[in-house]
């Protein structure tokens, strides 16, 4: 059996191995990964040896790349069943081996996403986002600071002018606003 993954991001999910019929009975898949140039790919053939608490994954690469061993943890479900996870054999941080459910090819290894210093594509989003609503706001909090600067009259019998109260509260607001962004 062939099995296209996705094209934007090399990535393997064990969900989709169990869906191809890899720990069943069948013992062999070959996995096609398309690459950037039209006429090539990246082709692993994966067989699957099981013991009692999980299994390894052996992949074998057609184009000269490593070959990788990923193993195989199984859980118990809650309500019944099982479900499998890869184990990150990639190892760059002290802290990993961790249990995830999908893989990513970064070059010629399997990682996790900790591993491969991959990010979601809006948590990238949300922290431009973020970055902008604090110019706006640091925008508003000069307006306002302009504002006050450029009254003719701040008091009147002893208390804050009503332009002045709002233009102050304008800048307090656009301060606590940008207090609250997460950079």
């Not at 699957?48 to 990788?68: A, E, M, V």
């Not at 990513?104 to 900790?114: H, K």
């Not at 208390?159 to 940008?178: F, M």
């Amino acid at each position: 059996m062939i099995a296209e993954v996705d094209r934007q991001m090399h990535r393997l999910d064990v969900t989709d191995l169990n869906r191809w019929g890899l720990f069943d009975d069948q013992t062999r898949l070959e996995i096609k990964w398309p690459t950037y140039i039209e006429s090539s790919s990246i082709i692993c053939k994966a067989s699957y040896r099981s013991d009692w608490q999980g299994g390894t994954i052996d992949f074998r690469f057609n184009n000269g790349l490593p070959d990788n061993d990923v193993d195989i943890e199984i859980t118990p479900c809650h309500f019944g069943g099982n479900r499998k996870w890869f184990i990150c054999p990639m190892q760059v941080s002290d802290k990993c081996h961790y249990r995830v459910r999908i893989l990513y090819f970064d070059t010629d290894w399997f990682g996790c996403m900790e591993c491969c210093r991959l990010t979601y594509k809006s948590k990238r989003v949300n922290l431009r986002n973020a970055l902008y609503a604090s110019l706006a706001a640091l925008d508003r909090a000069e307006a306002a600071s302009q504002t006050i600067r450029s009254l003719r009259i701040k008091r009147h019998r002893g208390k804050l002018t009503k332009k002045h109260q709002a233009a102050s509260k304008k800048y307090q607001k656009a301060l606590d606003s940008i207090r609250r962004t997460d950079l």
